[in-house]
C-alpha cells in the first residue's frame, strides 16, 4: 500500500518537472484562470481573470501560451498575440455562456436594431466579438456605459445578469441578450439563505454573472480580481462565495485567518449540489496539460481576417478603460 501512495506522489512530481521542463524547451508561457484546479494554478506563470492573462501574456517574450481556461479565453490570447502560437489543454473546454450566444443569432439580433451599439462582455467566441462595437468585462462594464451618450440606445450581450446588473448601476435602459452562465446562474437562493442563518457575521460576496434576486443578499459584488481583493481587504474575517468555488484557492493564499464557504446550486431537478463547479474549467488537468505541451495541440487556430476584426472591439474598450479608477481590465 506504501509502494502505492510513493508511486502516485512520485508520478505527480515528475508530471510536475516535466511539465516545467517542456515549458523551458518551448519558451511558454503558462496561464490558469482563478476557476482552473489548485495544481493547476499553483503551476502557472500567471493566475488571473481571462483578459488580464491575455495581456499578461502578450507583454512577453514567449513564443507559446498555453492557456488554462476555456476557449473564448484562449481566443482572446490568440487575437491579442496573433503570431504566438496558442495552446488549450482541452478544446472542449467550452463556456455555457458563450454558447447561449451563437453567431448567426447574434448578427440577425444586431441586424434588426441597427441604431443600437453592441457592448459585449468579454465571455462570448471570436466571431461575436468581431459582430461588437465594444467589448466589456465585469470590471469596466459600468465605466464604460457611462461614458456613452444618454441618448445612445445599447444591446449588451451576452450576459442579461450582467447587463441587468449595470442597467440598475447605471441608469440606463439596454436591450439584454437573453444569454446566462450556468454557474452563477443556478447558485440556490435557499442554501444561500441558510448560510446567512448559520454564519450571521460573514460577508456574501457575489459576481454580477448571478440572477439580481442573489446579488440583492451580497455585501460586495465584483470581478473575480474585485472579490479577492475585498477578502484580502477584510482578512480574519468570514465569507460566502458566489462564484465558482476555484476562486477560494488564491483567496485563502491572499486572506490569511479567513474562512470561505461556497454556495451550493441546484440542479435541474431540484436536487442541492454540494459545490458549484464550472464543468467546462475542470476538464483541464494536470495530464491534459501535460499532453498539449508535449504534443503542441490542440492549437487555437483563427484566420487573420477574424482576428483583425476582433480585435478592434478590444481596442475599443482598452482605449475607454485608460484612467478608470481600480480598472484591470
Not at 468581431?130 to 466589456?136: E, M, R, T
Request: charged share 25%; glycine share 4%; hydrophobic share 40%.
Amino acid at each position: 500500500m506504501l509502494d502505492t501512495v510513493q508511486g502516485t506522489i512520485s508520478a505527480a512530481l515528475d508530471l510536475e518537472s516535466d511539465i516545467l521542463r517542456l515549458k523551458r524547451e518551448m519558451n511558454a508561457v503558462i496561464l490558469a484562470h482563478y476557476y482552473q484546479d489548485d495544481e493547476i494554478q499553483d503551476i502557472a506563470d500567471f493566475v488571473g481573470d481571462s483578459l488580464d492573462l491575455s495581456r499578461k501574456a502578450a507583454a512577453t517574450d514567449a513564443d507559446v501560451i498555453v492557456f488554462c481556461g476555456v476557449k473564448f479565453m484562449a481566443e482572446t490570447a490568440k487575437i491579442l498575440s496573433p503570431a504566438k502560437q496558442v495552446l488549450l489543454p482541452d478544446l472542449k473546454a467550452g463556456c455555457s455562456l458563450e454558447d447561449s450566444c451563437p453567431p448567426a443569432q447574434f448578427k440577425a439580433f444586431r441586424a434588426a436594431h441597427p441604431d443600437h451599439l453592441a457592448l459585449t462582455y468579454i465571455n462570448c467566441s471570436a466571431e461575436v466579438k468581431a459582430l461588437s462595437d465594444i467589448i466589456v468585462t465585469s470590471t469596466n462594464a459600468k465605466a464604460i456605459v457611462e461614458q456613452l451618450p444618454r441618448e445612445q440606445k445599447i444591446i449588451f450581450a451576452p450576459d442579461r445578469f450582467l447587463g441587468g446588473y449595470i442597467a440598475k448601476q447605471t441608469g440606463r435602459d439596454m436591450l439584454l441578450w437573453q444569454g446566462s452562465c450556468m454557474v452563477h446562474e443556478r447558485f440556490s437562493e435557499k442554501e444561500l439563505v441558510k448560510l446567512k442563518v448559520r454564519h450571521p457575521n460573514a460577508k456574501v460576496i457575489a459576481h454580477p454573472e448571478c440572477p439580481e434576486a442573489l446579488l440583492n443578499h451580497a455585501h460586495h459584488i465584483g470581478s473575480t480580481s474585485s472579490l479577492l481583493q475585498y477578502t484580502a481587504d477584510n482578512a480574519g474575517m468570514e465569507f460566502i462565495v458566489m462564484t465558482e468555488p476555484g476562486i477560494i484557492h488564491q483567496m485563502e493564499k491572499r486572506s490569511a485567518g479567513s474562512r470561505f464557504i461556497p454556495v451550493p446550486g441546484m440542479e435541474a431537478n431540484g436536487a442541492c449540489m454540494s459545490c458549484n463547479n464550472c464543468p467546462y474549467m475542470k476538464l483541464n488537468t494536470m495530464e491534459k496539460l501535460h499532453a498539449c505541451m508535449r504534443n503542441r495541440t490542440p492549437e487555437i487556430l483563427l484566420d487573420d481576417e477574424l482576428i483583425e476584426r476582433a480585435k478592434q472591439p478590444l481596442l475599443r474598450m482598452l482605449e475607454m478603460s485608460q484612467g478608470i479608477s481600480g480598472s484591470k481590465p
